[in-house]
């Protein structure tokens, strides 16, 4: 008999109140999971538009698109937003989803706690989006923060930053911290706790092991910044000294504190990142991933590794040689277990036949621009060579490259991947080619010659420069590539639309793939497996269809 | 391959730039900027190499392993993993890795260790809120924004050596052809040293966001040959050109709130939370950078500064015209 | 429910599925966020130790809470008694341990805000005054609102203890919370060694 199964469209008998009121009252991990993802596609439309004003303003020099308030506001809601309101919440989506279906549970460890964190996190964007609203008002009372997304102090001391603008960034992220922590602290439970039978530590998907990782990370990485955000705000409100320069306080002891969080959060988003890769390219090489155990293992050490290197954002802060030589020498030692995946995800596709649809295609751009985003890291990691480069556009460039060229491009190939588990239906291949193609024009007309200006001595967080420092034509190149990339994103969104009311139906297993989601129907049922699977090896849907020949003969 | 655009930039259109007012890090003219230029040169090279290496096996392996059009649909043998392929690239990245850090402690150790020889030239530099002070303790000499400093012969050095510190926020000194970046960071010191080895001016900014005008917070160092510069002491350190056309712009000046924030030597004028204006018109340049120093723009600034850096702390005086013009009479004469 | 023991039937009969209970996985976790918040403020502590750019100083200020430690160690054992009793089934021994360790929890809250009063009044000593007062007021503080956080849980288990609902079966219920109770302990001894015997 056939299981029913959850649509996102409304079904005929049900009116749409009763639609919504399921949606927000929820605790199940899928609908959590697409609430996540469409809360964050919302903010990466508005942080877009955000980037596109600055790049407007930057496209010549001494342009006057927008003042330098409004600007320096631009700057540091873009990466606000982007960071805590895209990046984390569709990572968090997206492990939400896939975790209990990929270890064959049928939730998450704690549904309750799973709402109460992503509406914590929801809240958290609002607060501080309303920074906006405040408007003009009584000499700063309020308006969107404007002292970048690392908020340095003392600029954010009441004597330098007046009004409210700081204290949405404080409490917004505040607000988002804890549900950051209520997700890993249910991630971790989950995938400890909830595994089907058979399926030891050693048998899980990459995936389950990347986001374990991470949660762990999550755990660590997030407190020391709800740490220094109290401690500000007891600074703004009760008068606190903790970053006081006037009272004695130490303007680097908030560097530490906010990069001791700063650091590993880019480990954070980018583990799950190289989750989806894992998962992805096997499917498309038609072949497992080459060396797990040793992907484990390189996991684990990017896990602990980079908790050691925060402070090659401070080589330019006047540390003695030996901390500059020491935090040089971790964030070189980092690369290693990095290199290794890469090295891994070449070997999976090696002796393999691979297809290039559109999850494979942005997998593929993937591994060539992490690459590159990797080696521009070790030019950074190299004090001297930092103290020239940081601060500039070739660290902007150099994390752009990461976050959009990496991360998004993963993402990317997440969605059409996983699209049809979780909307019944295919997505259009040609559109999604499109798309493709036209975002890496868009991403290496912008990403790559960024790094120019930056080796040419161009400051970051600047709303205009001089003429004549052979910076014009580079800016000028960069925001000519955002409209590519905006052209694409739409073109995206547009197709998933248009592929979620028109695709074909998708079937369970449209990649003939090898992981317990894909045993599912699609969309799954609300309780995700009828029984509870039974597995013996990495790829139980692989034992499935070769009985001849198991992976769990050979593992 | 962006080394060699850096070499020899060429923008396709509009003022090509004079390759002088490039701050280009890849166009050193010192030991310090030097030094940085051969170390990102090797790394620059190595990373090159890996790069090559792993784009060429990318390459071949999704070109040589797609799926061809006649592909017979079965699966390709599962490979697992392959312990001696592991420890060969676990083994060569770390030795690359050794190799690059022993080159780089070198570096640093040399920047960061260098001593101060007798000859050289000390300097303090205060960050403010958005432009630059600096004084020569020993000299005697108090100025803001353009720095003088001679240049420095290997055989006969004379350096210069910085302070660095700040009234308010964090600010960073950026000088790309002179040295790598140290930041201004209030209630701390920093310290930092440049011997150029050639005269000419060299350009920079503040490399650390500090606030609304942080774009604008110019930086220029003129490196003057030895004698130069003693001209150039000896004109720091006279005391306020005076004369008597100009009593009334400076009646004016001494009487509002100028006196606040500015200081003219030898005269009431003694605040210090806005630039020295002794010598005034020995500068190419006002609000840091922002503006070249000329009359119209002398009188610009002092009427509404938001024209030129909105922003700045610099409060618009609401002169009369009359004023205005006295005013900026009385500065133009303080060379 | 206790943690997840499936016997796995048709293949292998001797194969027991068993995973560790996610209630303590997940306390363990929220444990070591918390950790990472306290070491952070710990860091900042010990960083501004003699930092001080005016008085008053610790030494000047600070007694050693003898008393107040003593009572808050101790109620880590009787809630370990307490949770010993309820595995036991032994339900009025429970609810008797647990009513002391709430007293011992109260009693060291409320000589917490003796010694913030005898400091704010007789002694000038706010987290404004200086670093000093800063980073002791925010760490105590800290500390601090996390025994009431604990106070609360218990004071409505009491509550519930009192109305008869709790029962052998939510022993590994109690079990969890008292990790927190222990975890907020082990903080104490910390603060305490850097606050009253390292810091002044």
């Known amino acids: 008999m056939a299981a029913r199964s959850i649509t996102l469209t409304a079904e005929v008998s049900q009116p749409i109140g009763t639609t919504l009121h399921d949606w927000v009252v929820t605790v199940d991990h899928k609908k959590l999971g697409i609430l996540y993802i469409l809360y964050a596609l919302v903010f990466l439309l508005i942080g877009g538009i955000e980037a596109t004003i600055v790049r407007v303003q930057l496209m010549v020099p001494n342009n006057h698109f927008v003042s330098p308030q409004v600007f320096n506001r631009l700057f540091t809601m873009h990466g606000t937003t982007m960071i805590f309101f895209v990046a984390m919440p569709i990572l968090f989506g997206f492990a939400n989803y896939l975790i209990p279906l990929m270890i064959g549970t049928r939730d998450m460890a704690f549904p309750r706690l799973n709402a109460w964190s992503f509406w914590l996190t929801a809240f958290g964007g609002l607060l501080l989006y309303f920074s906006f609203i405040g408007g003009n008002g009584l000499y700063g009372a309020g308006n969107a923060p404007d002292v970048g997304w690392f908020a340095y102090a003392p600029l954010t001391a009441t004597t330098f930053s007046l009004g409210h603008s700081t204290d949405f960034w404080t409490l917004g992220l505040l607000v988002s911290g804890f549900g950051s922590i209520g997700t890993a602290i249910n991630i971790l439970a989950t995938i400890i706790c909830l595994r089907c039978p058979g399926m030891t530590l050693g048998k899980m998907p990459l995936l389950a092991w990347m986001n374990l990782v991470t949660a762990a990370m999550v755990l660590l990485a997030i407190s020391p910044l709800t740490a220094a955000q109290i401690m500000l705000s007891l600074d703004r409100f009760l008068g606190a000294h903790f970053f006081d320069t006037q009272a004695g306080g130490s303007a680097v002891l908030w560097m530490h504190f906010f990069w001791i969080f700063g650091h590993p959060e880019v480990y954070v988003l980018v583990l799950p990142a190289f989750a989806f890769a894992s998962e992805i390219i096997p499917v498309f090489s038609r072949k497992p991933i080459f060396g797990y155990p040793v992907m484990v293992a390189a996991t684990i050490a990017i896990g602990f590794v980079g908790f050691s290197v925060w402070a090659h954002h401070m080589f330019t802060v006047g540390m003695n040689s030996y901390a500059n030589s020491f935090f040089t020498i971790t964030t070189m030692v980092i690369g290693i277990p990095t290199g290794i995946k890469i090295f891994n995800w070449i070997g999976t596709m090696w002796g393999g036949k691979i297809a290039f649809k559109t999850p494979m295609l942005f997998c593929i751009a993937f591994l060539f621009q992490f690459l590159i985003a990797g080696l521009t890291g070790i030019m950074l990691s190299a004090a001297p060579f930092d103290w020239q480069l940081g601060n500039s556009y070739f660290v902007v460039a150099h994390f752009h490259y990461v976050i959009v060229g990496g991360i998004l491009f993963t993402l990317f190939a997440a969605f059409y991947y996983w699209f049809p588990k979780m909307s019944g239906r295919m997505y259009n291949e040609t559109l999604g080619k499109w798309h493709f193609w036209l975002f890496l024009i868009g991403f290496h007309l912008t990403f790559d010659f960024m790094h120019i200006p930056g080796l040419l001595g161009m400051p970051r967080r600047i709303y205009t420069y001089e003429a004549g420092r052979g910076w014009d034509i580079w800016n000028l190149i960069c925001t000519i590539g955002v409209f590519f990339q905006i052209v694409a994103t739409l073109l995206f969104i547009g197709s998933l639309l248009w592929s979620y009311f028109n695709g074909k139906a998708a079937g369970n297993d449209p990649w003939d793939a090898w992981t317990l989601e894909w045993s599912t129907s699609s969309p799954p049922t609300e309780y995700n497996f009828a029984q509870i699977p039974v597995v013996k090896s990495r790829r139980p849907l692989w034992d499935i269809k070769h009985p001849e020949d198991p992976d769990w003969k050979y593992e | ?335 | 429910m206790n943690s997840q023991a499936i016997l796995l039937s048709s293949s292998s009969p001797e194969l027991v599925w068993k995973l560790p209970s996610r209630g303590h996985v997940g306390m363990l976790s929220l444990i070591a966020a918390e950790l990472a918040i306290f070491t952070i403020f710990v860091v900042a502590y010990l960083f501004y130790i003699g930092k001080s750019l005016t008085g008053p100083m610790p030494k000047d200020v600070l007694e050693v809470p003898i008393f107040a430690t003593i009572c808050l160690l101790s109620s880590s054992w009787t809630i370990h008694v307490a949770v010993k009793a309820l595995q036991n089934g032994r339900l009025r021994t429970f609810g008797a341990w647990w009513f002391v360790t709430m007293s011992l929890g109260f009693i060291f809250l409320v000589e917490t805000g003796r010694e913030w009063h005898h400091l704010i009044f007789e002694k000038g000593l706010t987290i404004s005054t200086n670093l000093f007062g800063t980073t002791y007021y925010s760490l105590v503080g800290l500390h601090a609102f996390h025994v009431v956080v604990g106070l609360i849980g218990i004071a409505i288990a009491m509550i519930l203890i009192l109305l008869g609902k709790v029962k052998k079966e939510h022993s590994e219920r109690a079990d969890v919370f008292s990790l927190y109770w222990h975890f907020v302990d082990v903080v104490w001894i910390v603060v305490f060694t850097v606050v009253y015997i390292i810091g002044r």
């Open chain 2, 1 to 335: 391959m962006m080394a060699g655009c850096l070499l020899a930039v060429q923008p396709a259109f509009g003022n090509l730039p004079d390759p002088s007012q490039m701050p280009n890090m890849f166009r050193p003219a010192s030991t310090h900027a030097n030094s940085i230029v051969q170390l990102s040169i090797f790394v620059l090279i190595i990373t090159a190499l890996i790069f090559v290496v792993v784009f060429s096996l990318l390459t071949y392996s999704i070109v040589k392993f797609r799926k061809r059009a006649d592909d017979d649909g079965r699966e390709p043998a599962p490979v697992y993993g392959s312990n001696q392929v592991e420890l060969a690239w676990t083994v060569i990245p770390g030795l690359i890795v050794l190799v690059l850090f022993f080159a780089t402690a070198r570096v640093i150790h040399a920047i960061q260790g260098a001593r101060k020889p007798a000859g050289a030239i000390e300097v303090i530099a205060i960050g403010h809120q958005f432009w630059w002070e600096f004084r020569y303790p020993s000299l005697g000499v108090v100025t803001a924004n353009e720095l003088h400093v001679p240049s420095s012969d290997p055989s006969h050095p004379t350096p210069t050596f910085i302070t660095l510190l700040s009234a308010d926020t964090d600010h960073s000194f950026w000088i790309p052809r002179l040295a790598g970046k140290t930041d201004l960071i209030p209630n701390r010191v920093n310290h930092m040293w440049i011997d150029p080895n050639e005269t000419g001016i060299f350009v920079g900014q503040c490399a650390q966001y500090c606030g609304t005008q942080h774009a604008k917070m110019l930086l220029r160092v003129y490196v003057d040959a030895p004698d130069q510069f003693k001209q150039w002491v000896q004109g720091q350190t006279k005391p306020a050109h005076l004369t008597n056309e100009v009593i009334e712009g400076r009646r004016i000046f001494e009487t509002t709130a100028c006196i606040n924030c500015h200081a003219v030597s030898g005269t009431v004028a003694d605040g210090h939370f806005g630039p020295d204006l002794t010598h005034l018109m020995s500068r190419d340049t006002i609000a840091s950078g922002a503006a070249p120093n000329t009359t119209e723009n002398l009188r610009l600034w002092i009427q509404d500064p938001d024209a030129i850096k909105p922003g700045s702390l610099m409060p618009a005086m609401k002169l009369n015209e009359r004023d205005l013009d006295a005013v900026t009479t009385y500065l133009e004469t303080l060379r």
